[in-house]
């Protein structure tokens, strides 16, 4: 029976023993629990949604704990199992590691929550928190240090107790939710330790650090967002719309949606502000917040001092925007370098120091770099080249700000090297095989294989070239090491050309037989070009013998054109021609433009070395008096005595020698 | 053999050699032709022999 005793001091009514109201009890004023609780049993009683109430209470269907909140116009239910849901395992306190010997470590005392969350297909889960305590841990590195350089230690529930628990790898994947992390212990000379790091997962704060790990990116341009050349002026901008993540920056627009923001449009009209750092400040011309119409390649900062780009010279600006932006406005970035060629700022994309000020890093986009000439400007398309932005911000070496590294994902950047076997990518495609044929834009420098014999070629020191009539090359082709044809057991050198019609080839050269090309003259047809046999050196006039055939022209009057010519090397290291023979016949020796059929420059000797005589040298330049002959052609020194007799009226002479 | 022409002549005289006029059997005397040579100099067709080197 319940007794309801007043206590007369206090004029308060006071039940000494279990009160049982069968119906509502409505209290007007507040209700005070000392050295007690509220105990919900489950109830099947349906609340009245209609009224303007809130409510507790444990569902008869469920037997968890609901929250309703009920008023005009809506009535809100919320199971406190799905807030349990947004718990997750870690360390509320404490948990210190030190070093307690040289063997020994210990986790100072703290507190902590394991939450196995019991997530189903079939229902909603039912996380179970299970709260764990526990005074200073100590424990042996003993069971770790022979096979392993560390300790990965936690916390961890056996029974109702917190226990400390250790194993050699970083605890991974599932690991994290029924163990708190909370460090490491180093025994690298595996008998030791060595050092001690305390770095736990916290089960607190989750909003701040994820907010943290956003930040650490900086934000985020999602897609879109793409730099153009206006109409405007030669070197105006523009930008289209895109979608972006930065936080809180579309709260105005939707409180819903407070970080996703999606514009239909960027920048429309021009409008610059130039940035640079001047290395102990940062410079911000927004030319008094009207910002420029058009971007400036004309100069650089130059260890911070803006500087002319030299002539003809390169510098990468980087362009910023910030979404949903108050003063639709680029944020580019000076350059912080100059480069001598388009290719080589390509190659500094990666490599340029780059320090993004404070304004930027933490609420603009990164919409990508203009690779500028001195003198660019848009109407000149080999005066500039964009390379659009990935998600993230680049790699900037050396340089603060902007947030985390990354590269572009396809189609933001550059590729140097695609496989491209079905759909396309975008930018720009140096070098593409897209199963059957490898296409190069620009020079190609390197080795070029064919499949390997084994499956990496690189672990083994032979392979198998089988690229065969696979690579055409429409330029031009040099190497700088050995240059080999037909270079197998199986097949030999052979040069082709091609010939009409179109894809069929005649040969022009084969090994083990030679120039075999009969089209259209000859077998060795340069169709007027010199044919230059000379052994040695050509660049430094080292040559040795050689023939030279000419061919300045087929109408060339004398000398060069159509002419043979034979040279070699003086005594004096000279390459001198001694021989000729001219287009219209003439043989000239020691000259290079005779004018008869034979035509020396010096002496020359005739010997009968079987008699003996005549041994000396006759004749002179521009003289053949001292020559005699007869029609049976020998050739006579002077005699001491002529006789001379008549034959049939007839003088005829013999020489006579004494 | 050389036929004699008038540049020859000239010549024979700018060169101031000796000229020592014979008859055949001179010639076959002196010994200075064998007996085969003087055959073939009595049976040569003369009119073809030339001077062919100035």
Known sequence: MTRLISNINDNRARYVAPVEISSSLTVTGSITLTDSFLKFKPTNVNINTNESASYIYVSGSTQDLYFSQNGSGFNNVTRLRWLEGNLYTGLLHGGLITSQSSTMYQ???????????????????????????????????????????????????????????????????????????????????????????????????????????????????????????????????????????????NYTIDPNNPNYIVEANGITTSKIFRYHSTGSTWVYNTNNGAGFGAIDPTRYSNNGVLTSVPTNDWTIQRVFYFPNSATKAFFIYYGNATYSTKENAIAGLLTETFNEAPNTAANSIFIG?????????????????????????????????????????????????????????????????????????????????????????????????????????????????TFSIGRSTTSQAVIQRAQTPAGSYSTIFAAGTGIVDTFPYTQLDTHGATIDMRAGDPTSDQYGGGIIFTANGHTSALGEGNAIVFKNRSSSNTYLERMRITYDGNVGIN?????????????????????????????????????????????????NVWLKINLGGTDYYFPAYT | MIKSTPEFEARIKASKVPVLEITLEQLLQSKLATEEEIWYLRNKDVSTTDLVST
């Open chain 1, 107 to 249: 986790i100072s005392s703290g507190s902590g929550i394991i939450v196995k969350l019991n997530a189903t297909i079939a229902n909603d889960p039912y996380p179970i928190t299970q709260y764990l305590e526990w005074n200073n841990l100590s424990a042996s590195i003993a069971s770790l240090s022979a096979s392993s350089d560390w300790s990965f230690v936690a916390i961890t529930a056996s029974g109702a107790t917190a226990v400390l628990t250790s194993k050699g790898t970083p605890y991974e994947n599932g690991e994290y939710n029924t163990n708190i992390p909370i460090g490491i212990v180093l025994h690298q000379n595996r008998s030791t330790i060595n050092g001690v790091q305390t770095f736990p997962g916290v089960a607190y704060g989750w909003k701040q650090r994820s907010f943290d790990f956003i930040r650490a990116f900086g934000p985020l341009k999602i897609a879109g967002y793409n730099l153009a050349p206006s109409a405007s002026s030669t070197g105006s901008l523009v930008l289209s719309g895109g979608t972006a993540f930065v936080d809180g920056r």
């Open chain 1, 369 to 481: 770099y203009m690779l500028l000439r001195y003198n660019a400007n848009f109407t000149t398309a080999a005066s500039y080249e964009f390379r659009s932005a990935g998600l993230f911000r680049s790699v900037g070496q050396g340089g603060t700000g902007g947030g985390g590294g990354g590269t572009t994902t396809p189609g933001g950047s550059p590729t140097q090297i695609q496989y491209n076997n079905v759909g396309t990518f975008g930018g720009v495609q140096t070098l593409v095989y897209d199963g059957t044929t490898l296409h190069a834009t620009g020079s190609f420098s390197g080795s070029l294989v064919g499949t390997a014999t084994s499956a990496s070629f690189a672990s083994t020191a032979s392979y198998v070239n089988t690229l065969q009539q696979n690579v055409q090359i429409t330029g031009s082709l040099s190497t700088q090491g």
């Open chain 1, 591 to 639: 000259i290079s433009a005779p004018s008869a059929k034979l035509h020396v420059d010096g002496t020359i000797r005739i010997d009968n070395q079987a008699s003996g005589t005549p041994t000396a040298a006759v004749g002179s330049a521009g003289t053949v008096n001292k020559y005699w002959g007869t029609a049976d052609g020998d050739f006579l020194s002077t005699p």
